[in-house]
């Protein structure tokens, strides 16, 4: 036996040389991965944290009952545009001044809406100032003329505070970089219907109310009465919802935090 230890030796020793360098080359491995892991773990702790107060401040916005619907400001922005649209054409009511001041105190501003997405009150500033009063007069004057003959122009959609305010909070959520992807894809679906909403559905029934509203006009008598609650009925029928939307975000967000997990 002695002999045969002699006479090999030679690759024992590789053997052992080979088998102790592996040994060295897993443990050296194995203690990096390990103290990789302990290096990146507080910062896995501070994205884990800050990814847990996004998700839990957006799981109560679409929790059932929530005010998620109610913020996007449908019902208000449906009676600021009726008011606003009608006042574009030309058309005063009682108390005109003071509910439009009113309503006016509501908006943040509008967007462009339409095939061309054009303004045509809107005007690029050159050196010398115009009369604002007399160009919003004859656009005025130009909507109402095609009104008549059965073409009402919407241009633009008004926006009301409350329903900017809240779009933009869902932008942020949408866009931060601490949002899980599949979230942020979802509340970019949310946010692409109630672009739709605004862009596409309102203004279709507003030329509808405005189509019969002037055909009544027409008859004589006055201006035909009319509720803005009924105008909202009309597009909360047609428009999109989105609780569907809402409770996948729901259970997306419960699945990413572990809700239902049970805890060992």
Same mark, same amino acid.
């Given at each position: 036996?002695?002999?045969?230890?002699?006479?090999?030796?030679?690759?024992?020793?590789?053997?052992?040389?080979?088998?102790?360098?592996?040994?060295?080359?897993?443990?050296?491995?194995?203690?990096?991965?390990?103290?990789?892991?302990?290096?990146?773990?507080?910062?896995?702790?501070?994205?884990?944290?800050?990814?847990?107060?996004?998700?839990?401040?957006?799981?109560?916005?679409?929790?059932?009952?929530?005010?998620?619907?109610?913020?996007? !400001?449908?019902?208000?922005?449906? *009676?600021?545009? &009726?008011?606003?649209? #009608?006042? @574009? =054409?030309?058309?005063? /009511?009682? %108390?005109?001044?003071?509910?439009?001041?009113?309503?006016?105190?509501?908006?943040?501003?509008?967007?462009?809406?339409?095939?061309?997405?054009?303004?045509?009150?809107?005007?690029?500033?050159?050196?010398?100032?115009?009369?604002?009063?007399?160009?919003?007069?004859?656009?005025?004057?130009?909507?109402?003329?095609?009104?008549?003959?059965?073409?009402?122009?919407?241009?633009?959609?008004?926006?009301?505070?409350?329903?900017?305010?809240?779009?933009?909070?869902?932008?942020?959520?949408?866009?931060?970089?601490?949002?899980?992807?599949?979230?942020?894809?979802?509340?970019?679906?949310?946010?692409? !219907?109630?672009?739709?909403?605004? *862009?596409?559905? &309102?203004?279709?029934? #507003?030329? @509808? =109310?405005?189509?019969? /509203?002037? %055909?009544?006009?027409?008859?004589?008598?006055?201006?035909?009465?009319?509720?803005?609650?009924?105008?909202?009925?009309?597009?909360?029928?047609?428009?999109?919802?989105?609780?569907?939307?809402?409770?996948?975000?729901?259970?997306?967000?419960?699945?990413?935090?572990?809700?239902?997990?049970?805890?060992?």
């Amino acid at each position: 036996m002695i002999e045969i230890i002699s006479k090999n030796i030679g690759w024992i020793k590789d053997g052992f040389t080979i088998l102790f360098t592996l040994t060295g080359t897993i443990l050296a491995i194995l203690t990096y991965r390990r103290a990789r892991h302990t290096v990146l773990q507080p910062i896995r702790n501070e994205v884990i944290k800050k990814q847990s107060e996004l998700l839990s401040d957006l799981l109560s916005m679409c929790q059932p009952g929530s005010k998620f619907e109610s913020s996007v !400001d449908y019902v208000s922005l449906v *009676r600021v545009n &009726l008011y606003l649209q #009608l006042k @574009e =054409f030309g058309y005063l /009511f009682n %108390d005109h001044k003071k509910k439009i001041e009113m309503i006016s105190n509501a908006v943040s501003g509008w967007t462009p809406v339409g095939e061309s997405l054009i303004l045509r009150d809107v005007e690029v500033i050159g050196a010398f100032k115009k009369d604002k009063k007399e160009s919003d007069s004859s656009y005025g004057k130009y909507k109402y003329d095609e009104a008549q003959i059965g073409n009402i122009i919407i241009d633009k959609v008004f926006l009301t505070k409350e329903h900017s305010l809240f779009v933009h909070k869902i932008e942020i959520l949408a866009n931060d970089p601490f949002m899980p992807k599949s979230i942020q894809l979802s509340l970019q679906g949310l946010l692409i !219907d109630i672009n739709k909403n605004l *862009r596409e559905v &309102l203004p279709e029934v #507003l030329i @509808e =109310f405005l189509h019969e /509203f002037i %055909d009544k006009a027409k008859t004589g008598g006055g201006y035909p009465s009319f509720e803005s609650a009924g105008i909202y009925n009309n597009f909360n029928h047609v428009r999109v919802h989105h609780k569907e939307k809402i409770h996948q975000v729901m259970m997306e967000i419960r699945d990413y935090l572990k809700i239902d997990e049970t805890w060992e």
